[in-house]
């Protein structure tokens, strides 16, 4: 499977960005997916996941209330939308699908190119 993040850019603490994860290749309901950041220096860590069915999401700490993982899996789409952004959530953020419903970055065995959310303060 082929995956396409797109959304982010630049904006004002406080604000919001939708990102988007198209998927191709192969229908992205047979995998759960995932939503990663990275920051400059510091190792990919997970923001959200979300099950194959969409029923069920896992947040990190660092997000709960403010971010929300969602699928279309007919459209083959993931979004995640972040409010309240904080200067810290400043990363490269990726999609990635895995084949089992998981929160260890190694069990996502395909990634997107990631797009860059810059939050000012």
């Known amino acids: 499977v082929q995956l396409q993040a797109s959304g982010g850019g630049l904006v004002q603490a406080g604000g919001s960005l939708r990102l988007s994860c198209a998927a191709s290749?192969?229908?992205?309901?047979?995998?759960?997916m995932g939503w990663f950041q990275q920051a400059p220096g510091k190792e990919r860590r997970l923001v959200a996941i979300i099950t194959r069915s969409g029923r069920t999401a896992y947040y990190a700490d660092s997000v709960k209330g403010r971010f929300t993982i969602s699928r279309d899996n007919a459209e083959n789409t993931v979004y995640l939308q972040m409010n309240s952004l904080k200067p810290e959530d400043t990363a490269v953020y990726y999609c990635?699908?895995?084949?089992?419903?998981?929160?260890?970055?190694?069990?996502?065995?395909?990634w997107g190119q990631g797009t860059q959310v810059t939050v000012s303060s």
């Open positions: 290749g192969r229908t992205a309901s047979t995998y759960a």
């Open positions: 990635a699908a895995g084949g089992v419903e998981s929160r260890r970055r190694s069990d996502y065995d395909y």
